[in-house]
């Protein structure tokens, strides 16, 4: 059974590289790894050295390793025509400008980044399956769109069988689709919800009210990584001191609050991490770290 291991958190505490450690941990041990970013703000790219883009891609310098950039404007396009394609040969062109015009709103294109994304749900070619997602908020939107289906078909006909998400038929027809992929986000057997945070107060408050609106979805979160922190011997020199004082006492707040939560710490590299072989260095302490709450 494919694992789905979701990364998220705020923009900037360095969810790619926990994500991009992770999945050349996976690798490294032999299981065929698929890492997406579903950010529009996408750096794989950048940190794997190595021209990526809207299609799966072999990740160099490490067998059984892939990964997708999601392409907001591609992935909106395919959806679309997948929409329309079916109603092409039923209704005249006006019909069909119609439909279009409704299929041009926001709500189309979040729909279209979720239903990419759960295209990875429902196949078994990867043994790890692991999401680099934007975000907290934008992430959070887009797994509940699907949840309430009713509502959508209700509104759609009162008017012309019709919604930002496509024709009722459509949604319908993806449905059972939809509702297995949200069944495997809530099974934590199946699916691992990774927040990743700074050991800072802004931070753990915006992963406590994220945490919260998950569990809101019926998702649990099962782990939490603090990430950035000074390395106790860089403590010494006065400048690092009292930060380092700050960021521990973040600490012992994270363990208190997520106690029933597995929560890994991170410390700082004094270099980027970028690179399959930054990736094994940082995938090496972060898997033989200890869980903080054991």
Request: proline residues 3%; contains cysteine; negative net charge.
């Amino acid at each position: 059974m494919t694992k789905f291991i979701l990364f998220s958190g705020k923009g900037g505490v360095g969810k790619t590289s926990m994500a991009s450690s992770t999945a050349v941990h996976y690798a490294e041990e032999g299981k065929k790894t698929l890492i997406v970013t579903t950010d529009p703000a996408a750096n794989l790219s950048d940190v794997f050295e190595q021209e990526i883009g809207h299609r799966v891609t072999k990740i160099n310098g490490l067998d059984g390793l892939f990964a997708m950039e999601i392409d907001p404007d591609k992935a909106t396009e395919e959806y679309k025509e997948r929409s329309l394609a079916p109603m092409r040969e039923l209704f005249d062109e006006d019909l069909i400008k119609v439909a279009e015009e409704q299929l041009s709103g926001p709500c189309t294109e979040e729909m279209a980044a979720f239903d990419k994304f759960i295209d990875f749900m429902d196949g078994k070619e990867y043994d790890i399956v692991i999401f680099d997602t934007a975000p907290t908020g934008h992430t959070i939107r887009l797994l509940e769109l699907p949840v309430d289906w009713s509502k959508h078909i209700e509104e759609s006909a009162k008017g012309s069988g019709q919604t930002c998400m496509g024709p009722v038929a459509l949604i319908e027809d993806s449905k059972k689709k939809y509702d297995d992929a949200i069944a495997k986000l809530r099974d934590t057997s199946v699916t691992d919800f990774v927040f990743v945070m700074q050991p800072e107060q802004t931070s753990l408050e915006e992963t406590m009210r994220s945490s919260h609106d998950l569990e809101e979805l019926g998702i649990k979160t099962t782990k939490i990584i603090v990430n950035g922190l000074i390395p106790e011997e860089e403590a010494a020199i006065p400048f690092f001191k009292k930060k380092y004082e700050k960021q521990l006492q973040t600490l012992e707040k994270s363990k208190e609050i997520f106690k029933h939560i597995s929560l890994q710490t991170m410390e700082l590299f004094d270099e980027e991490l970028k690179g399959v072989e930054m990736f094994k260095k940082s995938a090496s302490k972060l898997f033989q770290g200890s869980d903080q709450n054991e």
